[in-house]
């Protein structure tokens, strides 16, 4: 099956509700390799920003989080989220409930948060590890790649500014340049990956126990090929994938020709069918020529479970980032460069670096009491992960 889903590593704003007050919220689902990051920020009581991203809990301030990244001065500070001046009013309000001042404060604050009641130097060298592993992986998980990330919270910071100064609406979810699919080679793809990641870790644990009961190393017994081969029939014999899909891979309906390519084209949503979402099961504008108006199912599937247009045409999207950069240079866009204030990068300890069981899938945790999920805020309910590992 095809299956729909919000763009990853895109910024979508949109106005929310918490304790009674409305706040601006920009958010992005930044995807790396299968492995995928909420990333939130949010501007709140008196026009504070607040960041979340997983592995730490709760929200953290954004200056703290935009000092820890090597923007230290205000002026760079102010700079890298925007030089308009009613957008700059904004960051001064901000910068004057400041927790921080340098780099070194704001580390120990975030290491007091993701690592507490442990070693000084361990909560630094933890803060170090979060911030480059699971803060917008999809820029990279360097130190070097720490002012990217800085220039891109900015430009989520400027958003809300934008929206709360009513410079521009909340994005429209359903709208189809906001959403991608998912097709056969993306979904394999997973699958793979996931499988894979489990066989190299039978083979270490294999070469472990040999070496320690002074076996002799074999092929046949360090590289068991049922481990591959049971997480690759398995999902695709029930349909149950990686990350909690299920209904992914289906037995292909032959009842006549018409009702077979009907099947092959068919678009399924991962929202739940339990709830109403009324919004998101109405037809879109955007939808015309891409999906097809009349054929979806009736009952609790109804305009969630779609159909591809008959003459519709799927991008499937490029590698090339040398080709994209040069026309943008062409076109006269002008590389971004930050003041950072880094001077040194940090260290990580082994025990840091072997983060493989680290990166499961875990659910966002948030400190709220949770909703039940409705239209406004369904998005969240799609970071479910797709179970994949960053890149050592």
Known sequence: MTLEDLAPNKILTELGERYGDSIEVSKVFSQRRGYRALVVVERGRKSLLEVSFPSISGRINFITLMRALGIETDEDLVKAVSTDPEIMK?????????EVDNIED??????????????RDYQIKRANYVIDRYLLPHLGNEPTD?????????RM???????????????????YSNKRLKLTGDLMEDLFRVAFNRLSRDIKYQLERANMRNRELNV???????????RLQHPLATGNWVGGRTGVSQLLDRTDYIST????????????????????RDLHPTQWGRLCP???????????????????????????DKKIKSILYDLGVVKTVLNSSLKALPE?????DDYLDELEVKPIVDDDKPEPIGYTNYSDSLDDGIGGLLDE
């Open 90 to 98: 904004f960051m001064f309000e901000n910068l004057e409930e400041a």
């Open 106 to 119: 704001a580390m120990e604050k975030i290491g007091s948060r993701v690592a507490s009641g442990q070693a």
């Open 146 to 154: 720490r002012p990217a990330k800085a220039s891109f919270l900015g």
């Open 157 to 175: 910071a400027e958003s809300c500014f934008e929206l709360a100064l009513g410079r521009r609406t909340s994005d429209d979810k359903d709208h």
């Open 220 to 230: 046949i017994t360090l590289v068991r090929a049922d481990v591959l081969t049971d």
């Open 261 to 280: 390519l009907s099947h092959l084209r068919r678009v399924i949503s991962p929202l739940s069918r339990a709830q109403p979402h009324f919004e998101a």
């Open 294 to 320: 009349s054929e979806t199912p009736e009952g609790p599937n109804c305009g969630l479970v779609k159909n591809f247009a008959q003459m519709v045409e799927l991008s499937t999207g490029t590698e090339e």
């Open 348 to 352: 990580y300890d082994a025990e840091l």
